[in-house]
């Protein structure tokens, strides 16, 4: 008798963490997400929330990966759902099937003035559990204003700020701002199978934000047939292979060391060609991003190949993502280009690489952020069940230019030149192993 009690204590103690684990709160892991973003959600500290799951600060959360979350509530996420409104600091945490556009409507501001305030693209991806700015003061969901639809957004972390880029303002955007100029020399386009807001836009020479606040838009995708009005439109070629003159000479940090003359200034012609287009600019116009695109392979992984459509709707995203260095090494071999390869060098060997590459008259592409925005890399899983870093905005731009407090760039995103400090440069090319490729 005495052997069954103690038994029947025994068992009472080996249920009793299976019990408590099985009532704590836990949460999975959405793309974009991070430690604080996750700890912020659920009133804990990331500390609290890193030890919980033996973690340190420094650790990465990937998509898919379970946390416990240490005395969290339990029902916080439903009700944060329900209410749909702003944390104390105006801030919003996005859940999943949110866009830009359906963020604004609900706190009654445009999708443009969302995307600015948040430092993100116009035709941005919003990741799950990522907190944005709600630009005005907004508190409460609203009926926005007629015509008020434009743009798309982007994120930073908690406590940091976004970078600073010392470009001056593309012209069309500005004009943008202004609904009275929208319609002045407006003319009529119909859809066409296989087109985009980006590549109706490059078309006639406009913006994404222009063409969306023009037709009143829901949401970024057009269809067949639909009939768009195509504001102040000037030509209907593209607008690839043409040099903002507003932008010229700006971006350019006084005393230049180090700069290559005679390089093109393109704009992408696909929303996710952006490494095509840099690699164009880099043979000086040799070849063109249509020939460099056709030459790629298609990959899950972007050592390989592109991943995913190169005129997915969205930017920003990790479905549909662009390729790396190693990548587009292999469709230029095939075009009878050589390039070398650097990645993975300690961050001061990388710069000096650089810099010697300017000397000697070549430019270099660098794979970083959409405008250096502050991301957090996701280690994703591919059908051979190996895995690859991705970075949210993942872009690549071509080096020009450098001096004592940073590089000159040309962004094929919108076909502007911009500047950026070292401290920047230093940091994105973190995310990506410091990755960079330079055409012969």
Not at 94 to 111: C, H, M, P, W
Not at 139 to 168: D, G, L, Y
Not at 229 to 251: E, F, K, L, R, Y
Not at 294 to 310: C, H, L
Request: glycine share 8%; aromatic share 10%.
């Amino acid at each position: 008798m005495k052997r069954f009690g103690l038994l029947l204590i025994v068992l009472a103690l080996l249920a009793l963490p299976l019990t408590a684990h099985a009532d704590a709160p836990s949460h999975i892991v959405a793309y974009g997400e991070t430690l604080y973003s996750i700890a912020r959600q659920y009133g804990v500290s990331p500390q609290a929330l890193a030890q919980a799951n033996g973690l340190s600060l420094q650790s990465w959360v990937y998509a898919g990966q379970r946390l416990l979350i240490p005395g969290g509530n339990a029902s916080h996420q439903t009700a944060s759902v329900a209410s749909a409104q702003t944390t104390p600091s105006k801030s919003y945490i996005v859940r999943a099937g949110d866009t830009l556009y359906s963020v604004a409507r609900k706190f009654g501001v445009s999708a443009s003035a969302l995307a600015q305030a948040n430092d993100m693209p116009p035709n941005g991806f919003l990741y799950t559990g990522w907190t944005i700015k709600i630009p005005g003061g907004a508190t409460n969901p609203a009926v926005p204003p007629k015509n008020q639809n434009s743009a798309s957004a982007q994120n930073n972390p908690p406590s940091q700020a976004a970078p600073q880029n010392n470009a001056s303002p593309n012209a069309a955007a500005a004009n943008d701002a202004s609904p009275t100029n929208v319609n002045a020399t407006a003319v009529s386009y119909i859809v066409q199978p296989g087109d985009t807001l980006f590549r109706i836009a490059i078309r006639h020479g406009v913006t994404i934000q222009a063409l969306v606040l023009a037709n009143n838009l829901p949401t970024l995708f057009v269809f067949s047939g639909q009939r768009l009005t195509i504001p102040g439109a000037t030509t209907n070629a593209p607008a690839a292979h043409s040099v903002n003159a507003a932008n010229t000479d700006a971006a350019f940090a006084d005393g230049v060391a180090l700069s290559v003359s005679g390089v093109p200034l393109y704009r992408q012609q696909q929303t996710l060609t952006c490494e095509e287009s840099v690699a164009a600019m880099a043979t000086f116009g040799a070849l063109s991003e249509k020939q460099i695109v056709a030459a790629m392979e298609f990959s899950e992984n972007p050592y390989e190949g592109i991943r995913g459509k190169t005129d997915y709707e969205f930017y920003g995203g990790l479905t549909h993502y662009g390729t790396y260095a190693q990548g587009l090494k292999k469709g230029l071999e095939k075009l009878g280009r050589a390039s070398t390869v650097y990645y993975g060098q300690p961050y001061e060997s990388f710069k000096t690489s650089i810099l010697q590459n300017l000397r000697q008259g070549r430019p270099v592409i660098w794979w970083t952020t959409w405008r250096e925005s502050y991301q957090t890399p996701q280690l994703v899983t591919l059908s051979d069940k190996s895995q690859v870093r991705l970075t949210p905005y993942e872009h690549a731009v071509l080096i020009i230019a450098a001096n004592a407090q940073g590089v000159t760039y040309h962004d094929p995103y919108d076909g502007t030149k911009r500047f950026t400090s070292w401290a920047n440069h230093q940091r994105a090319s973190g995310y990506f192993n410091n990755m960079a490729l330079v055409v012969y």
